[in-house]
């Protein structure tokens, strides 16, 4: 046999492998209960996505939650967990995916989560400038693992937070799905939208590096980190975004397939327009 034969055919069952993996793995049936009471409760006072979804929407997101805590484990790292723990992890990992039904996260078994910040490499007998990580995930020696402060995942959830280590340490497990830890996670990106956004992006990181942005400056350390900053404000701070980054909250709507402003409404497809004029009231001085 032809051995370019045999080269596609491996090819070609890799990308079903892959495909399997992730779109299918894990697609069990989700719990068809009611969400507990008091698990309602919890998530309407503490997730504020949650509470500004419609009744049939609270039920969807729910059954999504139920159905992560049954798939992946959580524990503490020296320390007793509590409900309430257990279900902004579950939210934090919902919420990215909550624009497609039937996706779950087939490159996850456990997420630890640890009493403060920690090391790179957990030692306990670090420094406190050492000791400056909030949310690991994916390296060597957590494969199929996510580590997270769980003093950061609380303060995530907070009123007037921009940001939420949850959110964007599960943005970077999907941006791992296609293999490469780029930024452009294209398992779930249209293909249409991928040349949009990656220059999108490298303007916004321009930006932040040039301090025209009130983007965390994180964001411009890589593509990979613009793409899990940008999408933790998207979700905690949308409105913000909205206003001020009107093209990043369309491309990112396009993305996550929601509109976080008004979760009912349909999301408007991301077109990519340079020649659109920006009317005079809403110029803008630079400084």
């Known amino acids: 046999m032809d051995p370019r034969y045999l080269v596609a055919g491996a090819c070609l069952a890799a990308i079903f492998a892959a495909y399997f993996l992730f779109f299918k793995r894990g697609a069990h049936k989700l719990p068809a209960g009611p969400l507990p009471d008091q698990w309602h409760r919890i998530l ?3 997730v504020r996505y949650y509470r500004e979804l419609s009744e049939d929407r609270q039920v969807a997101f729910g059954h999504r939650v139920q159905g992560f805590l049954e798939a992946v484990e959580i524990v503490g790292a020296g320390i007793e967990l509590k409900l ?5 992890v579950a939210a934090s990992a919902e919420i ?3 624009g497609f039904p039937d996706w779950r996260y087939p490159n996850l078994d456990t997420v630890i989560l640890h009493p403060g910040n920690f090391s790179t490499d957990f030692n306990p007998e670090a420094g406190a400038q050492d000791r400056t990580v909030l949310g690991l995930v994916g390296n060597r020696e957590l494969s199929r693992t996510m580590v997270l402060s769980k003093p950061a995942l ?3 959830f907070g009123r007037h937070t921009h940001g939420n280590v949850g959110i964007h340490e599960f943005t970077h497990l999907l941006d791992m799905s296609d293999g490469a830890v ?3 996670p294209d398992y779930y990106l249209d293909k249409e939208l991928v040349q949009p956004w990656q220059r999108l992006m490298h303007r ?3 930006a932040i590096r040039e301090g025209k942005s009130d983007i965390d400056p994180y964001a411009a350390t890589n593509e990979a980190e613009f793409l899990a900053v940008s999408s933790e404000y998207f979700f905690t701070q949308p409105e913000h975004v909205r206003r001020d ?4 909250f369309e491309i990112l709507s396009s993305v996550f397939r929601q509109n976080p402003v008004a979760h009912d409404q ?3 497809e991301y077109a990519e327009n340079h020649d659109t004029e920006v009317p005079e009231d809403e110029l803008r001085e630079e400084d």
């Open 266 to 268: 349909p999301v408007v």
């Open 204 to 206: 916004e990181m321009a």
């Open 84 to 88: 309430t723990d257990r279900l902004l």
């Open 44 to 46: 309407s006072k503490r």
């Open 96 to 98: 990215p995916l909550f």
């Open 154 to 156: 609380h303060k995530g």
């Open 182 to 184: 780029d930024g452009t």
């Open 245 to 248: 980054h009107p093209e990043l």
